[in-house]
């Protein structure tokens, strides 16, 4: 803390010193971060406007400081201050907003008060999904702002904003930039799926939250859990059976999972067989639980797919089907509105191109003739579709095999082979003689050896995960 | 109101066949006092006119004795729900039961006679007659088959007319007479058991446990037998004492329900060397009985092969005291048709030299196959119909009757719509004789299996077969796989990416497990190469190499 509050002049001309960005992380950086907070909050009496002296794109990271703390004192809509929130997120220099992340994010939950305060929550999306894309240093990285702008989003149930940030999936992350932690990681993927779950796109809401699920985890988090007992349902919503999670699921959280969210598990097992009856008893069973959860509407909108499934199912086994027999064979024939209300759905479904079918009224009651899907494959659109994807996959392929063999030729991976063999081969070897050889071993033969590796990699790991215990 | 259906023991007993066994073994074995006790009630019985009320007391008494073993029992047996069958389309008792002797030979006419009211007085004559012939140590056998007879006539069912009375009556002093010899005999060969391990000689320990196992199996205590039986292991020497071993072992584990250990014991003697003589009798025997194993677990296929691979040796019930020949044809025909196709059933069973000869015996399992083979359902139908009871009336095939004959009609359905394009549903429902909404069913079950590739027009009731157009289907499922695999190698890529970095979920420090989140990624961030980090680090590693090397493979062989 400074003894002395310099001047505003002089803080000003000190910020317009610093041009670029070494100078702003050399000198600019611990000046301002040693000023008290008042020089900033205070109101310019006469003088000019900091806001106004400095331009936002070329003194972003000093222009920042200003401006959260003018955020944060703003109450009520303020046109003027929105102005300048909106210049600053649409030209401001990602490389120094970064380097003040802190910053960053208490401008933007500033900025979410504000909204939520006007009841205006378009106030802080539209700017924070703009400044989000200027913080990024790539266009899939994760920053603090993400699960801000989510959750505020899903709160405010306005979702188009923010729909082209979670549409690019997250390919990066880097705490060293942006600062996050796993919460962030967690948060934005939870909210992300709630999103997706919101618009009814239930395969991207599974995704994130098996994003969620599966990330690293030595203990596992209540936002794992919740995200689970979600993915269950949006996975039976979107496939009828709950997808299986991928192998590297941190036990801790799969401990937990089957201690938690035993009435999801036993909803899933009754759902995956298709018997209405027993879902509906298992429904009411765990309603008390999904209502608690707030997962009851999701839990509801499982049944009204299980109609749309056992529909598609028929489609495999008949060419015709009466109406009435459709009604009966999905279970709704006990109900006075069931007919009207199968039609509605095959409409739909075929609307939706679920189905490809026909509904003729010839006959009483109604005839729904199944077709098989037009689609032959026989077009450019397939050719198309199949490269792009066989290009996707060769990038990612490659993005793969690259990190592999970077992990591979890590001396921080070399070591912990290195280090733990000779205790457990009992030679008295040299460490460094031990490890030469390995690396050589390696080196040399890459593509031989690489599955006995692997296994040695299993079985080393395995071993020093008993002796840490 | 029929008698019969008020509180008959006997319908209400959930395996009768097994539960005399071991409720006698329990009275044989250990308790000789209670054995006389419930003797002696039962005297007044004998003395007076058949249906006195001291009869009853005796049948009461006898359920509670049971009542424990009963339990165990059920326990053991997947199937307990008795069918009572009012009669037998085509089976001859006398016939029937002349192809088998000993044990089994009474444990079937019991069987027969707790479920098929109109044979059971017949039964349960017969059994007695065997067992008074053959002068059985199993007293206690005796006097309650006795002791149904009785019931049996008490309640007037067919056939009560013609017993007469010393059937009625248990013979006091041949079955006390019968008792002390079993105890004499107990005693001896116990003694002589004790004297030969106290002097070690091998042989003698084995031939002494072998005798007392006959002896205790003679008597009806299947579970001593057993045990007697199996101490002979340690004491075997040559391969011929092996299979000797095994076959006692298997022949008192079939009387007791014990199929898992039967198998145990035929792969046993199938790996022992063969000894010279009845070389071909002892394989075809170990077949059988493993046929009968497999039959009782389900294994419907495994059983068929079993029966199938006998050969010709049991033509003459030479497997009398556990499966007759005609038994060896129905199970055998019966499992090979509803696990077979077209093709295998031509080559196991129709050429099949070996099995020829039992199918000689049981024409109508002859006929089943050929008409099976030939594509005439309705009359495979028609005998698998009138053959029912009969085959419910069987004690080891009874609860096996409806699966298999269910395996039998899919398998018909399936044949059937082969090989053509469009079927009309109603000619296919008069030729397997049911109504077409039944047939619908059915066809829709298979079809959801997957075992039939069709389609139904339910307007004008036809099916369709289903022309898949393969292109189009690989380009779905090509689409779908690139789909996951983008999704997997992102979702991977991010991961390492984590780790890397540290974004690990941690719980504070000092305080393990539980859902939390701390505020501790940020250490994390900054010291991103912490000890666990970098085990988690190499253990990312596998996950990618195996995820590059296996991905096609683990997945979409759908």
Redesign the interface.
Known sequence: MAPSDPSFDEIISKIQAATDITAVTKTLAPYLNNLNDPVFAAQPNGQVDPLDALDPATHSFAYLYFLVHRCKASHGFDHALLAKVWAFVTTCDGEQVRLASHKAMSFAEALVKVATETQQPIIAIKPLAVFIQRLQASPGQLTMIHPLLAKTCLLAQSVKDILPILDNDISDVKPQQTHINYKDFLLYHYYGGMIYAFLKKFERAVEFFKLAVSAPAEVASAIQIEAHKKYVLTSLLQYGRVLPLPKYIASAVQRTIKVQCVAYADFATAYEKKSNSAIRTELEKAKPIFVRDKNFGLAKQCMEALHRRNIQDLTRTYLTLSIENITSLIGLGSEPDGARRVEGIIVRMIESGVIFATISHEHAGGMVSFLDDPNQHNNTITMDMINAQIQKATAITAKLSAMDQAISSMPAYFNKQGSHGPEHSGYPMDESDYSMHMGYDNYVDEASSSSHKKQRTESDSGKRGRRSR | MDPRLSPDPTSLDPTPGYNTNTMDTSADNHTTSMDSDMYTDSQPATAGTPSSLSNVTLTADAGGNGGADQAGNSKRKRFVKVVEVDAPNNLDLDAYIATYKGHTKVNRLEFIADRCPSLQVDALKLAITELRNTNTLHVSRYINLVRKLNEAVKFGAPGSGTVSSDLLTVDKTWADNQMLKAKQQTDLLEGELKNYKRNSIKESIRMGNIELGNHYYACGDLTSAHRSYSRTRDYCTTSKHIIELCMNVIKASIELGNFPHVLTYVVKAESTPEVAQDKELTKAKLKAASGLANLDLSKYPAAARDFLSIGEELVGNQYGDVISANDIAVYGGLCALASFNRTELKRLVIDNVGFRQYLELEPHIRDLIQGFYNSNYALCLDIMDKWKNDYLLDLHLHSHIEALYTNIRKKALIQFTSPFLTVDLTKMAKSFSTTVPALEKEL?SL??GGQIEA??????KIL?AKQT?K??AI??R??AM??D???????????????N???????PPGE??????G?H??E??HHP?G??D????????????????SFSRDRHHR
């Open positions: 829709v079809i959801i389609r139904i027009d339910s307007q004008q369709w157009n292109r189009s380009f779905d090509s689409t690139g789909q695999y983008e999704r997997e190698a992102k979702a991977l890529v991010l991961r390492m990416q984590m780790m970095h540290g974004l690990v979920v941690k719980g393990r497990g539980g859902p939390n989140d505020e990624a940020f994390a961030a190469r000890g666990r970098r085990e988690m680090f190499a253990g990312t590693r596998a996950n990618v190499s195996s995820f590059l090397s």
